[in-house]
């Protein structure tokens, strides 16, 4: 059985509702699931999970929740090489830029993406939560 980690924040509800259909996924799989908001999970708790998903809605100029989320993620770069991760994460206005730009990121730090990170504009819709539960799914493989 895998163990995986959901991780996330939230301000409007929308990324913590992506957030629990990522789990849903997973368990359905068959893994271990731990749901942790950003300022629950920290460095030494990586080595613990088989794989992590990472939510996290766009703020200010198309980037990641600066005050709790990106701290926490950064604390954690130099534990992402050759991990397991996945992104998700709801946004209000753009077009899903501040995705792509953490994904390269993610990429840049040398963690194993799998499939596509999914997102979307306000309220996650049934189809975004079906790409949410596949994820959760694609994850606890």
């Given at each position: 059985?895998?163990?995986?980690?959901v991780v996330?924040?939230?301000g409007?509800g929308?990324t913590?509702?992506?957030?629990?259909?990522v789990?849903?996924?997973?368990?359905a799989?068959g893994a271990e699931?731990?749901?942790f908001k950003?300022?629950?999970?920290?460095?030494n708790?990586?080595?613990n999970?088989?794989?992590?998903?990472?939510g996290?809605?766009?703020?200010g100029?198309?980037?990641?929740e600066?005050t709790?989320?990106?701290?926490m993620?950064?604390s954690?770069e130099g534990?992402?090489?050759?991990?397991?991760?996945g992104?998700f994460?709801?946004?209000?206005?753009?077009?899903?830029?501040?995705?792509?730009?953490?994904?390269n990121?993610?990429?840049?730090?040398?963690?194993?993406?799998?499939?596509?990170?999914?997102?979307?504009?306000?309220?996650?819709?049934?189809?975004?939560?079906?790409e949410?539960?596949?994820?959760?799914r694609?994850?606890?493989?």
């Open positions: 059985m895998s163990k995986l980690a996330y924040w939230s409007t929308n913590e509702t992506m957030a629990n259909a789990k849903s996924g997973a368990q799989a699931v731990g749901l950003a300022d629950e999970f920290h460095e708790m990586v080595d999970f088989d794989a992590i998903a990472f996290c809605p766009a703020m100029a198309d980037e990641l600066e709790e989320f990106a701290p993620f950064r954690m534990k992402l090489p050759g991990k397991t991760i992104l994460g709801s946004y209000g206005w753009g077009g899903g830029e501040w995705m792509e730009k953490w994904a990121n993610c990429r840049e730090l040398s963690a194993k993406l799998v499939s596509g990170a999914v997102i979307c504009c306000g309220e996650p819709d049934g189809d975004t939560l079906t949410c539960v596949s994820l959760g694609a994850l606890a493989q």
